[in-house]
């Protein structure tokens, strides 16, 4: 099926900027330091759940003095009502095994929590020397699983945002800034 978007239609989504290019800058050079100031020189590996956090993580790797290397996963959720299944269908797997590094999990956003919730539990099985999770975006409002990130760049209200690696329909994900999108 084709898909067509004017580029009337795709301005017309962007309602405002929340989180200027600048904002995320200055908060992913903090996160940066924080994570190379706070590891004791044990292998660490990034990995980054796609697609949305593709931006962040190709940023905040930059802002990482330390020696660390980078990891993908892909990862959906299963679950009914409000009850997380903990099945986690694994689209993308990691290229290697995990015990032995220091694992830091990067995020675009923690939602209702299924995802990560999911996604921690599986890899805390593999054995890691410490697990992680850094996230740009927090909306704790939307939780529905009891789950905290470990760092939070941060915290927005219920609103449905994109940019900077998130999607809209799979667009908008190239925009440098966060904002809120005028979706029904
Ligand atoms: P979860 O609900 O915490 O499992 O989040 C699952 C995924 O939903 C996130 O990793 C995002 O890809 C996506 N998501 C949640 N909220 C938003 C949003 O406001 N904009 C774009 N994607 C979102
Ligand atoms: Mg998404």
Redesign the pocket.
């Known amino acids: 099926m084709e898909k067509i978007c004017t580029q009337e239609e795709f301005d017309g989504k962007i309602k405002r900027v929340l989180i200027s290019k600048e904002e995320i800058a200055t908060a992913v050079q903090k996160a940066g330091k924080m994570i190379s100031d706070s590891y004791d020189g044990k292998p660490i590996l990034l990995v980054s ?1 796609l697609k ?1 956090s593709f931006v962040f993580m190709a940023d905040l790797c930059r802002a990482i003095t330390v020696p660390c290397e980078i990891g993908f996963m892909s990862a959906k ?1 299963y679950y009914s009502g409000t009850v997380s299944s903990g099945i986690v269908q694994i689209n993308m797997d990691l290229d290697r095994d995990v015990s032995g590094y220091h694992v830091v999990i990067v ?10 919730n999911d996604v921690v539990k599986l890899l805390k099985a593999r054995n890691p020397l410490s697990l992680r999770v850094v996230t740009l975006l927090d ?1 704790p409002d939307r939780r529905v699983v009891d789950f905290t990130p470990d760092y939070s760049l941060f915290t927005i209200p219920d ?4 940019g900077y690696g ?3 329909a799979e667009l908008y994900r190239n925009l440098p800034y966060i904002a809120e999108a005028s979706v029904e």
């Open positions: 759940i949305g959720s995020e675009d956003i923690v939602d209702t929590g299924r995802t990560l909306k609103l449905f945002v994109i998130l999607d809209y």
